[in-house]
């Protein structure tokens, strides 16, 4: 063979190994070899005839057949958890056995007196007997006992925060954990003739009553506006037991007016929307809540009320006034901070900056010159000691984190927002070197 041929047939057979494999082919040898290196490493996949379901769609409207099994399976649920729950002579059983097995004179139970209390105990109250409830009970005692007093009151605790996770759930429509803002008005509506606190209030006043608890929990509770919180949200907070502290017939008056719930407390917050509404048209406009208070909130701050907060036809109705209420009144929580920031925000931007911070204080300005008391004060002096107190990250820049970390947020709102607000930080030091009435 010549060599010409030679070189021709190499050529060849250079192009054969060269010309491009098909991708399916690729892809089916690449699944041939990890099917035969998961087999050989032990590891190849087993085929499943049911694949568990991971979510449960919730039956529509047009569903009734479904909607009826799912109320029959959550209120069958629902007893079931109820019948674990202790009843008064089991906790009067457990209080004896605790009061068997203590150290005289020393309220003290060693784990060793606890483990037999538990197996003298029954099945239900076993499962409030765990060790690790004894180890979260311990309070530095030497020989490492706890306190038979901080035991049944855990187990009484324990005890109550499950029924009435219970019977919250019971008003929960979708079983989904969640209770809607209806929902939370039928659960308070259905509790008030167990308040007794409230039976001199007027059937006629009810629906206010209710709006009015309601709105507290779904400002405190609901940050993400959806018209819905938590059910162990209401366990964790205080606002459920202040409700049902209303139970008790001796209740002090000073008690009563610091609790927002009470029948004094709704009247007073009510009686202040009455008065304010001059016209008796049932609802606020700008003029009339301009008297809210001290009278001394600044026309920038009314303006922007009304148009960030919900409004009919450009007034205020009772439930949007008492989110306001709620956000003045508790300046130092994050939840009314970010209410009162979200208003501030003229630009809508997330941050406050020098041109919104005298966008405000103009007001303040022009209502110093009114007053005739004293100079205005420069804005530039207000500014740094505004940016002072927050210590931003951006230093020209205050967001609602800032506000919240920084502590002062109270004091940074009240300058901005109300006359009577920056006074108060002007004569601080005068204010706090006045003598006390008790004094």
Request: charged share 25%; glycine share 6%; net charge negative.
């Amino acid at each position: 063979m010549s060599l010409k041929e030679l070189l021709r047939r190499k050529i060849q057979k250079l192009d054969d190994e060269n010309q491009p494999v098909p991708l399916e082919l690729v892809q089916k040898q690449e699944d041939e070899e990890f099917r035969r290196l998961l087999n050989e490493w032990g590891k190849g996949r087993t085929q499943s005839s049911a694949i568990p379901p991971f979510y449960n769609r919730i039956p529509g409207e047009n569903e009734p057949l479904r909607q009826k099994l799912r109320e029959e399976s959550r209120a069958n649920l629902l007893k079931q958890k109820s019948l674990q729950l202790l009843d008064r002579t089991e906790m009067n059983n457990l209080w004896v056995l605790l009061d068997c097995h203590h150290v005289t004179d020393e309220q003290l139970i060693s784990y060793e007196d606890f483990q037999k209390v538990a197996q003298k105990s029954g099945p239900k109250t076993r499962e409030y007997l765990k060790p690790s409830v004894f180890a979260k009970l311990q309070q530095g005692d030497h020989q490492g006992r706890i306190s038979t007093v901080s035991l049944f009151n855990y187990v009484m605790r324990k005890v109550w925060l499950d029924q009435t996770r219970v019977g919250l759930s019971v008003y929960d429509s979708t079983g989904q954990g969640y209770l809607t803002e209806t929902e939370l008005e039928h659960y308070i509506t259905e509790l008030l003739p167990t308040l007794c606190q409230l039976d001199g209030l007027e059937k006629s006043f009810h629906s206010f009553y209710v709006c009015t608890a309601v709105r507290k929990f779904m400002f405190f509770l609901d940050g993400v506006r959806a018209n819905r919180v938590r059910i162990i949200d209401i366990l964790a907070c205080s606002f459920l037991d202040d409700l049902l502290e209303l139970r008790d017939e001796d209740v002090s008056k000073d008690v009563q007016e610091q609790n927002w719930f009470s029948a004094p407390s709704a009247l007073r917050i009510y009686g202040h929307y009455l008065n304010l509404d001059r016209d008796h048209n049932g609802m606020l406009n700008k003029s009339e809540l301009a008297s809210y208070g001290s009278g001394t909130f600044t026309k920038p701050f009314l303006d922007r009320v009304f148009q960030t907060c919900l409004t009919y036809g450009g007034e205020m109705d009772y439930k949007t006034y008492l989110d306001l209420v709620l956000a003045l009144e508790n300046r130092s929580e994050p939840q009314a901070l970010a209410y009162l920031f979200r208003i501030l925000d003229i630009k809508g931007c997330g941050y406050l900056d020098a041109f919104t911070l005298n966008y405000f204080f103009r007001d303040i300005q022009d209502q110093m010159t009114a007053h005739g008391t004293e100079q205005p004060v420069s804005f530039n002096d207000v500014k740094d000691e505004l940016f002072d107190m927050v210590r931003p990250k951006d230093p020209e820049r205050v967001t609602l984190n800032d506000l919240v970390a920084c502590g002062q947020g109270e004091t940074f709102v009240s300058i901005l927002i109300e006359f009577r607000g920056f006074w108060a930080y002007e004569h601080r030091e005068a204010i706090s070197s006045e003598p006390s009435d008790g004094l």
